[in-house]
């Protein structure tokens, strides 16, 4: 009785929560008519069924079962950084020293626009060793003409045409390697001409962006290969999204992203996954997802995490129904299956995974059986308080 009691007391207030009538939830006697009891027929399965009166007041509301490849979506964290060829590390190539600074951080540049001057000796000499091998070059190439000439006109030995010529070839690859070096530096010959006299070596801008990460100050001593300052362009990123293993299965490149920042009005965004990491994250033991997204309004940006949705196709077939329909009874997952108008089975069903709107099962209902979607919490009551009171 005391069961009863509590029963009755769950049916009231589920009546009073989804407004049915209670009258049309509990038996008009103490005693269960058979129109209310779950019954178990003689395979064992569990039946419940409801008068007409009660189909007319509840109106059940039913939806059929599903049995295909399906479409879900999924939300995982996302972190952001700059897209591949749109963040480029400043550093000097040669010991020097911070003589003229013109940007600062969050400053916008261009492409080749001259960021800093590093004051360097060893850049005057690698200017000085290039112009020395100019010009002796340029010396020793008319050397050689005059004494082709004077060969042609035998007045000259064959043997000092043959000195001189492997002199000036010598020179020419002295003055070959010293220009590789200075255009190592950014310099071409005709600028280290103009740079003589004036040590100074300009550092330009890689690409286009906006300075980031300023580390030095005018007239501090830097190394070569120091990072001085880094060049962002934050028109598109690169997103490191994180995937369970289980979920990748049916992702590839090409399928749709979804970005999602919350705020009084949603903003959203659209992209693609561009590439899949083989193995999973050792620190997460995740699949990392590549994303490359177009940014709108400035978001997202470089370091910050955002939320992905991102929809999936299931590995095989399954059995899509309403999540609606599912409710628990315990630990184990049911449905209601409509076996005729007023008569409901009981089902136990395993599921492999829901989303928003949908379940989706491995076994337990066959394609084309329909199920309850509503009130499914006031069958399960009908179906507890019959139990109880055949207790």
């Not at 071409?188 to 580390?215: K, N």
């Amino acid at each position: 009785m005391r069961r009863i009691t509590l029963t009755i007391l769950v049916l009231l207030s589920l009546s009073a929560c989804r407004k049915v009538p209670i009258e049309t939830l509990l038996p008009e006697a103490i005693g269960v008519p058979p129109s209310l009891q779950t019954t178990f027929e003689a395979s064992g399965l569990r039946i419940v069924r409801l008068d007409s009166a009660q189909q007319h007041r509840l109106q059940v509301q039913v939806a059929p079962v599903r049995y295909q490849h399906a479409m879900y979506t999924v939300s995982i964290p996302g972190e952001v950084y700059p897209a591949p060829g749109l963040m480029a590390q400043v550093s000097t190539p040669i010991d020097g020293r911070i003589a003229r600074l013109y940007v600062y951080e969050g400053q916008r540049v261009r492409r080749g626009q001259v960021l800093l001057e590093l004051e360097s000796l060893s850049f005057a000499e690698l200017v000085s060793a290039f112009l020395q091998a100019q010009a002796e070059e340029a010396y020793l190439e008319r050397q050689v003409a005059r004494l082709r000439q004077l060969v042609a006109e035998q007045l000259t030995p064959r043997s000092t045409l043959d000195q001189t010529e492997a002199a000036y070839r010598r020179a020419q690859a002295r003055r070959q390697a010293a220009e590789v070096r200075l255009r190592a530096l950014g310099i071409t010959p005709e600028t280290a001409q103009q740079r003589w006299g004036r040590p100074l070596l300009p550092l330009r801008a890689p690409i286009d962006g906006y300075v980031d990460q300023h580390q030095v100050e005018l007239g501090q001593a830097v190394s070569a290969h120091q990072p001085l300052m880094a060049v962002v362009d934050p028109s598109r990123v690169h997103i490191r999204g994180f995937l369970a293993p289980d979920d990748a299965l049916g992702l590839q490149p090409g399928d749709s992203v979804t970005l999602v920042l919350r705020m009084p009005d949603s903003l959203t965004l659209n992209a693609r996954v561009y590439t899949i990491n083989p193995a999973l994250d050792p620190e997460s033991r995740a699949v990392v997802v590549n994303i490359l997204a177009d940014t709108h309004q400035g978001w997202p940006r470089p370091g910050q995490n955002v939320r992905l949705w991102i929809r999936l196709r299931t590995p095989r077939p399954v059995y899509v129904v309403p999540l609606a329909a599912l409710t628990y009874d315990g630990r184990q997952a049911i449905v209601f299956v409509q076996q005729a108008p007023g008569t409901y089975e009981v089902r136990p069903v395993t599921v492999w995974r829901t989303d928003v709107t949908q379940a989706f099962l491995l076994d337990g209902i066959r394609e084309g059986e329909r199920v309850a979607v509503h009130p499914v919490f006031s069958l399960k009551a009908l179906m507890r308080y019959a139990e109880f009171a055949e207790e």
